[in-house]
Structures are given as C-alpha cells and as structure tokens.
C-alpha cells in the first residue's frame, strides 16, 4: 500500500471512529436531559479555543508524553509495563525528598529534583525488572500491584515530617501535604501569547525526537527491537535478555518518573500546586499508558497522542460547566478515548492477520 | 509392482466400478498464485493412488479440497458417483473420507484411547474405546498398548495413534500425508504393509502424498504426478520408473546429487560392494549417473587434520521432569569435514541444535572451541566463539520476521556497520546489498519487511548472514527442509563449499539422504545419546536405520 491510501485510510478510519463516538455521546447527553452541542462546543473551547487554554493543555501534555516515552521502550522489548502510575508518583516522592533536602540554587536544584524524580521512578520499576530476571515473575502483574503499593508509601510518607510531612508552620491546617517548592525552584512557565506552560514541554519533545532516534538508528535500539520481536533470535544473536530487558523496564520507570518530577516543579495541575500531596499522580500515569497505545509504541506519533489526550483532559473542565451532570460529561470523554483507540487496535489487528496469512502461506 | 485391484469387498456395498472419489477440473487461487489449475483426480476402491510433486505443487491444495479445508473456485467433487460440496471436515468425515496429517495432533499427556476418544460426543466408555483400539491395533497390525501415555511414545507409534484415530471412524477413503517423513525406513516399511492390507483386505481408496520417488514406486498402485498446480502425468505404477517420474515431477532431467536425495533417491550402492537393491529396483537405472561430481570428493578425505576444533564433551541436558533432552553427549568436529546427525525427530536434535545456539545451558558438560570452554546457554556465546547457527525452525531463533532483511543480515553483528554505537544508514544499505547479491536473495531490497520473502530466501537470508561471520563451526539443523528442489541444490552445494573453505560443518538431519550424501562421518541419536558413529564407507540406509530405530541399545 502506498504512503498516500494509508494516510487516508487513517483519516478515514479516525474520523468514522470518532462519529460514531460523538454520535452516541450525543444520545446520551441529550437521554439525560442535556444539549449536546453545547458539551462540543465547550470541549473545543475549554482545549484549545478560550484564552489561555491550550498552554494549559501543553502543560499536561508534557508528561503524559514523558510517560509514553517511557512506555514506548519498555514494549519495545516485549514487556508490559502498566505500573507507570505508581512509577511516577515514587519518582514524584523522590524528587520532594531530595529537594528540599539538597536545597541548592534555582536552576540546579531544578536539575537534581528532576534527576531524582528520574531515578526514584527507575527504582520502582526495577523492583518488577529483578522480579522478573530474578524469579520470573510476569512484569505486568508486579507492575501494576506495586502502583498500589506505592499509592499507599505514599500516603504514609506524608504522613511523618521525617520522609515528606510539612511542617506544621508551612501546612496550616492541612494533613498529608508535603512543604511547597519554593518560587526559584520551580520549573519556569513562560507566557507565551497570553498562555503559559512549562519549559518540560519542549523536554519532552525533545526527548521523544531523541527516544525515536535511540529506536531507529543505534545498535542498544536494534537489539531492543530484536529481543521484543523474537527473543530467541536475540539470544543467539548476543541480546542478553536481562540487561536488555531490565534496562528497557528501568528506563521506563524512569520516564514515569520524571514525569512526576516535572508535575511536581511545573505546576499548572489542578491540585498539588508545588506540593505533593495524596492523589497527586491525578491519572498521568494511566493516560501515559493509553497515550503509548494510541501512538502504537512509537515515540514520535507519542507527540501528537499526547496532545490530543491533553486537549480531552483539559476540555472536560469546560464541560462541566454545561450543566451536564459530571457522570455524563466522564462517559463523553470515556467514548472518545475509545474512539481513538479503536482505529490503531482495527489496523494493528488487520496487519497481524496478513502477516499471518503470508507467513502460512510461505512455509 | 504387481497391480493389486483384488478383494473388493466394498464397505459401504456401493458399485465397486464407481470410483470412490472424482475430482474434477479442481481450481484454486489464492491472490496471484493457482495452488490449482484444473486438476482430475479419480480414486478407485481397493486402489493406493501415490500423489507425487515437489513442495508447492499443489498436493496439499487438492487434499484439503478433498477433506473440506478448502472450498475449490472452480470444479466439482463426486464422491460414490454422487455430486458433493464439502464445505467442512465434518462434512468430509461423514462421507467417510479421513486424512492422516504429516503434524500429529495428539494430546502428549494423554493415554492412546484417550486421545483416539477425543473428539467423540455424549458419554464416554473407557473399556469400549479400549476395547475398539486393541480391535483395531490386531486387525491391522498396528500393535499399541491403548494405556500407554502418548508423549511417551516414539514417532512410528504416535503416527499409530493418528492411524487408529482414522480407522475407528471406519472410512472408505484415507489420505495419508507425507506419513514417512517422521518414521524410520523400518517403520516407513510396517507401514506400508498396513496400508496394502487395508486396502486388499477391504477395499478402501487410499491416497498417498509424497515427494519420495521410492517410497511412491514401492508402495502405490497409480501414480498422479504434479507440478506447479497441474497434473502433468498419471500412469499405473508398473509403468512407471524412477527416472522418469522425476523428469515430470521437475520438468527437466535430474541428474544432480543433491536433487535425487531431495526425492529419497540414496545412493546405496555407494557401501563397499554390497548390494542394497532390496527395495526399489527400478533405482538401478538412475544410479548410472550417480558419480557427476567426483571431483568434489571432500578434501577431509585426503587431509585430516587431527585437532578438532570443536569438541562436545560429555553433554547432558535434562528438560522439566527430568526428562534428559541430551545424554551424555560427545563428539568432535574437525576443520573442513561434515559431520551428519541422523536420527529420528524428536531424539535430541533440536536440543543439540538449541546448545549450540546459546539457548540452553548444559547440566554436565562442556563445550570446547579452539581449546576454549564457551559458556553455554549466554546470550551470544557461541556465535562469538564461531559458532554459526542454521536453525531448525528459522522462525524460532533464525529470524525476526517482523523486521527488515537488512535488519536480519546484521543481527549477530551490528557494530559491523556502526561508528559509537550508531549504525550507519549508507553502510548498512550497502552491506545488505551486497549479501543479497552474493546469496541471490530474492527480495524487493534490504528495506523489505522479511516476512515478504519465500521461505527459500529467508534461509538465504540467514545463511548470508551465518556465513558473513566467518564462523570456524557451521550448525545446518534441517537445512533443506521446506525447500523446492532448486533451494535444496542451492543449500548443498553451498554446505559443501562452507566445508571445503575449511569450517566444521555439523549437519543435523532427519533426512537420511541428505546426511549419506553430504557427511564425512555420520552419528546416530536416539533417545538424547548418541547410539553409533559410522564412516561415510561405512554408512547406508540399513545401517543407519537400525540405530535411529535404536535396536543396537
């Protein structure tokens, strides 16, 4: 198939895809008493449209994007990752820990937090990366308990002004909040035609042009790439399965991890505001998750995924707003999350099936 | 070859002068490719009708049309006289037509009655299927204990099983396909017999699929050749000799070596003067061209040299349950010489194959290269020590079907065309264009995906790349397997090349041809041991059947 009919070919299939989205949606925003218009109207508006809106949705872009990045490695070597929540709510934890520990000049202690948010994400992660080298134990289980084990570490370690408790001066009344970052610690948010977001989002998109490159062009990519396509091959051919695999997990849980890091020092989330506090991860972690899958596991379709994920989170705010009751307005959006999904999961399927039909009919 | 249309005792009490099958005007495309192109086939009571044709000759195709697995184009099926569309298996079973598959499909954790009992509805009666299996088994011939445990069984028995499994149903009509290809020649031989009977003794239509010349002159009454989608000869067998149904089977004169092992055509006579004529004597005639190509006689031959480069001391490999996958295992390669594997499938190769691959670590035992101990079972260790690797099944650790043939060709060493860890895009290009050229790689470039390419050129694709390493020791496992005949010359000759060059060659294969033709020396396995060890003078069929069937253990 040439270049040109698969490109329209995806427009075709996104478009009947999210039709069909909105079409139910509007039945049932319209079943329950409400207009539908209005509930598109103020998606659009409340992404992209109003004043300050779409710096909004850069500054939650960025890590969504910085969690796919790392998605994308781990499944390029045929792991499933699906502990990026907890990964980067540690990598978050770590990062408030070291800061106000280390202290340090602006930029710097900028670098080390998000170096540390880095790190503690790694960490994590490499808990299911031993796990599975060690003993064996299948990284998508132990991926996603530990989320919920690091949800409850925590929420304990707010709990005690030794590990990230404030101190009672700077939390007033407050529990469970840990000290807030100082003005020349945090990440800057420039103002950018009336609309600010965080410097991260130019990380993060460089990043994601380096992970591409790193995929494509270098040997550490190549044997990446063979171990998650046929892991014997990759044996044979001198791919250690366990510094391969356990790197690709790490590093993962490293991007989730610095996605919290980023969250933490670059603010523009709806609670946190420089402080960590419980439920901080606010679903990045998830949504990173659902970003990889829509960009099929590469980085640079990553890029646009992620804003489009952005745009749906940010808009719903607006949707509220409508009067729509808010258990409606999360079914919208949860139909059009599917309707992006449904396409790369219709392709990939039809790929696979012709790939097999070849294969059989080759041997 | 006498023509055995005797004891019609029709099962079904039809008109014995009915044919029980007729195909006819069969076509079948599928995309571009006619797998059929206006095939006749008719099948008689009480007749073997052998099938001949090399791989993609569209056998299978009309078989599967026969048992339902695939719905013809064009043309009509009679079964009995009657006009039938068989659009399932299911339809096909209750016209009582069974095939017997080349792949077994036996639970191995399961007794013989209960899997010849799968399948079956309502409730079941262990003692009657029990007693249904001794029935069949002394009918026939096919001695079994019905209690046995099925993974516990060799090849020959579990095809046994796949038989019974068919008879119970009682059909008119049996298709075995490519049934010899797991057997020894002795069980090749029993199995035969069963086949004559059933059909003399009870007039069933029998078909046999199969590429061996020998084995198709030996045991069939008429003979459909085909090739590339169309019947290009039909005769009784009595008229038909070897030479010539090779020609039409390839649609040229087969002179070459390697082609006549592709058919099962041994070169017996090449044991010392003994006389192997048992089987097939219409063989004498093509044995006249036997010796082509003496002027390759392999250099081991005349210079031997005594270090071995690599020495397998005392291996042993035990899979879960400690089953021992390889026991005790010994043998040295020496530069230039090919060493064969012959054995049944399922006897330890694959597993011999998988140690020297780095994916199974030894339980006792060493491997030596150039004097060095390799660690076995780490990622790599064997294609750094000069270890290359044909696998057997090149899905499984040969290739990665998902990325491209450049991508293949540089797998073992990336850093060959990368500078700082980054692989350079011109040089890749042009490495893999050159190997594609060197090869004769058919493909539509190095960026096409490799699951584009025939299975013929993705082994190119890994002998490219196994050779490209410049390894001391070549592992062929299975090489031919798969392949049309040109394929087949193609891998030869170049396995005898890689030898001359001066590297070890190790050929694992069931193919005992392949091995008599090509090996200096010649091991046996079986059971994970090695049984026997034997010259190239030494070795014949009968010699080397005996210890794959291990009656010297």
Not at chain 1, 146 to 158: D, P, R, S
Not at chain 2, 390 to 409: F, K, Q, W
Not at chain 2, 446 to 469: K, M
Request: glycine share 12%; proline share 4%.
């Amino acid at each position: 198939m040439t270049r040109g009919a698969r490109l329209t070919e995806w427009v075709a299939l996104y478009a009947l895809s999210v039709a069909v989205a909105l079409a139910l949606a509007s039945v049932i925003v319209e079943a329950t008493g409400g207009d539908w218009w209005p509930v598109v109207e103020a998606l659009v508006d409340g992404s992209i449209m109003a004043p300050g809106r779409w710096g909004g949705t850069l500054g939650i872009a960025a890590p969504l994007l910085l969690v796919a990045l790392g998605t994308v490695i781990s499944s390029k070597a045929g792991l499933i990752n699906i502990g990026q929540e907890g990964q980067l709510l540690i990598g978050a934890a770590v990062a408030v820990y070291f800061s106000f520990r280390i202290g340090g000049p602006g930029p710097l202690n900028v670098v080390v937090l998000l170096l540390f948010g880095a790190l503690g994400g790694a960490a994590w992660a490499s808990i299911s990366g031993l796990l599975r080298y060690w003993r064996g134990v299948p990284e998508v289980l132990s991926t996603l308990l530990l989320v919920f084990v690091a949800l409850q570490a925590v929420g304990y370690g707010l709990k005690w002004q030794w590990l990230l408790l404030a101190d009672e001066a700077s939390r007033g009344n407050r529990n469970l909040v840990s000290e807030q970052l100082a003005k020349d610690n945090r990440i800057p948010r420039p103002d950018i035609f009336g609309n600010e977001f965080p410097i991260t989002v130019y990380v993060a998109v460089a990043l994601a042009l380096a992970v591409a490159y790193v995929l494509a062009r270098t040997v550490w990519g190549f044997r990446l790439r063979m171990l998650g396509h046929n892991p014997r091959a990759a044996q044979r051919a001198g791919v250690s399965s366990t510094v391969y695999g356990a790197s690709a997990l790490a590093i993962g849980g490293a991007f989730a991890g610095l996605a919290g890091a980023a969250m933490f020092a670059g603010g523009g989330f709806s609670f946190g505001n420089y402080r960590l506090v419980p439920g901080f991860s606010d679903n990045i972690g998830w949504t990173g998750l659902l970003v990889a899958l829509l960009a099929r596991e590469r980085a640079l379709p990553a890029v646009v995924a992620a804003f489009v994920f952005a745009g749906l989170r940010n808009g719903a705010g607006f949707v509220n707003s409508t009067g729509v009751q808010s258990r409606i307005t999360d079914v919208v959006q949860g139909l059009l999350v599917l309707a992006l999904l449904v396409p790369p999961a219709v392709v990939f399927l039809r790929d696979r099936r012709r790939a097999r039909a070849a294969a059989t009919e080759r041997v | 070859m006498t023509d055995t249309t005797t004891g019609l005792t029709g099962t079904g009490g039809s008109d014995p002068s009915v044919p029980a099958v007729e195909l006819v005007g069969i076509t079948k495309r599928f995309g571009g490719i006619v797998a059929c192109d206006q095939v006749d086939l008719t099948l008689h009571r009480g007749r073997i009708h052998g099938i001949l044709g090399e791989n993609g000759a569209g056998k299978s195709t009309l078989m599967k049309v026969l048992i339902g697995l695939v719905l013809p184009d064009v043309g009509s099926v009679r079964i009995d006289g009657w006009p039938r569309t068989i659009h399932d298996p299911l339809a096909a079973a209750s016209l009582g037509i069974a095939m017997v598959h080349q792949h077994f499909s036996l639970v191995d954790q399961l007794s013989v009655w209960e899997n010849v009992a799968l399948g079956e509805e309502g409730r079941l009666k262990s003692a009657g299927v029990r007693d249904r299996v001794v029935a069949i088994s002394q009918q026939y011939g096919l001695e079994i204990d019905p209690d046995a445990r099925v993974g516990e069984l060799t090849a020959g028995l579990r095809q046994r099983v796949e038989i019974i499994k068919c008879l119970r149903r009682d059909p008119h009509i049996l298709v075995f396909d490519e049934p010899t290809s797991v057997l020894t020649p002795e069980e090749s031989e029993q199995l035969f017999g069963t086949l004559r009977e059933v059909v003399a003794a009870e007039g069933r239509a029998v078909v046999l699929v199969s590429h061996k010349l020998d084995e198709v002159l030996h045991a069939t009454d008429e003979i459909t050749i085909m090739r590339q989608g169309r019947v290009v000869d039909h005769r009784p067998t009595h008229e038909a000799d070897a030479r010539s149904l090779a020609r039409a089977m390839v649609g040229r004169e087969v002179s070459l070596r390697s082609e006549r092992a592709a058919f099962g055509l041994a070169e017996v006579e090449e044991a010392d003067g003994e006389s192997q004529e048992s089987d097939v004597g219409s063989l004498a005639d093509i044995d006249e061209a036997t010796d082509v190509d003496a002027e390759d006689r392999r250099p081991a031959e005349t210079t031997k040299p005594d270090e071995p480069v690599m020495r397998i001391e005392g291996a042993s490999v035990r899979g879960r349950g400690g089953a021992r996958l390889l026991d005790d295992i010994s043998l040295d390669l020496r530069a230039g010489e090919i060493v064969g594997v012959a054995g049944v499938e399922g006897n330890g190769q694959r597993t011999l194959g998988d140690l020297l691959s780095s994916l199974v670590p030894l339980d006792a035992g060493r491997v030596v290269v150039n004097h060095e101990a390799v660690p076995t079972g780490s990622p790599g260790a064997m294609a750094k020590a000069g270890v290359a690797v044909i696998p057997e099944d090149r899905h499984d650790s040969g290739v990665v079907l998902d990325m491209t043939v450049a991508e293949n060709l540089l797998m073992v060493d990336p850093h060959r065309v990368a500078r700082n860890g980054v692989m350079d895009k011109a040089r890749t290009a042009e490495t893999a264009q050159q190997m594609i050229e060197e090869f004769d790689i058919g493909c539509s470039g190095p960026d096409a995906p490799l699951w584009s390419l025939s299975g013929g050129n993705q082994q190119r694709v890994v002998l490219a790349r196994e050779l490209a390493a410049e390894p001391e020791v070549l592992v062929a496992a299975q090489p031919t397997r798969g392949l049309d005949v040109g394929a087949i010359e193609y891998m030869t000759d170049r396995l005898r090349q890689t030898a001359i060059d001066g590297v070890a060659v190790l050929l694992i294969s069931s193919e005992l041809e392949e091995i008599l033709e090509l090996a200096d020396r010649i091991v046996v396995m079986s059971r994970g041991r090695i049984v026997g060890e034997l010259s190239h003078a030494e070795a014949n069929l009968e010699t080397l059947g005996m210890l794959m069937g291990g009656s010297s253990g």
